[in-house]
DNA sequence: TTGCTCCTCACGTCACGTGAGGTGGC
DNA sequence: TTGCTCCTCACGTCACGTGAGGTGGC
């Protein structure tokens, strides 16, 4: 039965690098039947002619248009419809997609850069200059004492609603907080005043509530989670600042700095606190 | 029985923007498991300190990771795996995945281009120059007789064998062959000698088996397949070379630059034959 | 007869989504 | 009581892939 004009299954198969079951598929929803069946045996019988609209829906596929999709086109071209506009569509929807790929990407190198980073000893105080200014994602809160109930939980909402504005593709972020020193010192508790997005990570375009924390020179100490209560850390900044009479501004920042994977199963992230102080 | 440490899953799925059926799923296949089930109700109850993992399972999956990967991953890093090392693979393949949606876009820019060229009224014949040397796809076939019986089926193969030495995401091509010229004049039938891929649309690297098609002017004349036989095509071609006395190539390229959606149902590529004449 | 291709069910895959039908706390 | 959330099956989705069991031509 198979001769010039009447191909089998397999040869049309092994034509397109398709398999046979792809092409009983087709058939099964329409898309493209041979044009003879042997009604007693059931072999599909396709034609040379026919395998041209093969062509466009294997080209179609390529482009990643659901089956469905490429019924309706077939069906609109038919009609007449414009071939190139369907292909500018998609490349429209391409260029997105890799736009979408790219800043996958960025996040990736952030977050790699960061963890060559992180590595740095913990527990000592640090003069360090920032420069430029850096912008991050701001919000203020109404103070949240670290030792309330329900403060993790809170915590969570306020992220949730600071993450609300800007794209759900930054997905990793490094959280932090800030803390008023006076506040501190005066009370002896942890109270966060406002909640941020490290400035290391955060490469979006800027959104509403973004904030541009000041160049200069920064007391900066390190601590692990693990190893040493908030309370402790800040005390030490505290008493730091006093002793060596430097004039600071009122806001610390406590920025997130470790992502290795270590912090999963323990809360143990190595976090930096920073206050802005005056040299002269 | 909610409370701060311990969220109901409809709290959890709000605050990282996924359904519950998606945290039921996690469950379901211990990928992420809520910390205490009521057994008498049933319900799921999280602690905010395990949210952390859920964090790094969502990230995976914006990173297109499959669960059973990710799950793998978790294991891996709570073993002491580097999470860098496994973003930077990803960020290879990512890249990859950049490039091959670049080469999609490169191929709907060609086929774009071409429909927008390929409307040229057909019939007359035209000198035009052709600059520079084009390089295409070609490969030399044992002379097929277009009346042949199973000329269509081989041409298909040989265009498979040709087409197997390119990536297969240049699925789009333009089809095209060559045809001796004394030969067509001293037998009158058309037998093709070659078959090649139109320069037009074919913008990989160069595999093995191109071949350099000289720059230079050409007598080109255009057809339609539903109009015109290809044998008086050729017949008007060739009586038009000898009328004006040219010198010519012996070679005739046949190249289909037809790829609107007509050609679908019918056969009715808009065709142009190519020779290279000296004009001294 | 052997080996190859062809056929038709029917079920599996992947990461959930969608009802159906029922329960628990404010 | 109403309205909301929670629960467990069970089945659907998408584009095929994978056997199971059987047939047809060289």
Redesign the pocket.
Known sequence: ?ENDTHL????V?SLYD?????L???DKIGLFR?EI?NP?????YYTVAQLRQLEYILFL?KLEF????IQEAMDAFRQGADFSALLMQRDRELEAQMQKLQKLRDTIAALVEMSDEAPAAPGDICIREFTPPRTLLFQKISPLNVADPDFSLRLMEYRKSLLGSIPPIQTQYSFGATVSLRGFQETGTLCYTGILLDPGLYKGDAPESTVLIPAGFYATLRFRREDTRPEEAYGQLSRFLLEHRFRADDTILECALDHSFSSISRLSELTELQVRISLT
Do not use: C, D
């Not at 398709?18 to 792809?22: H, L, R, W």
């Not at 659901?66 to 999709?69: D, H, I, P, V």
């Open positions: 039965m089998m299954i397999g040869k198969a398709i398999t046979v079951q792809t009983r598929h087709y041979p069946i007693e045996t059931g072999y599909r596929r659901s089956l469905t999709e």
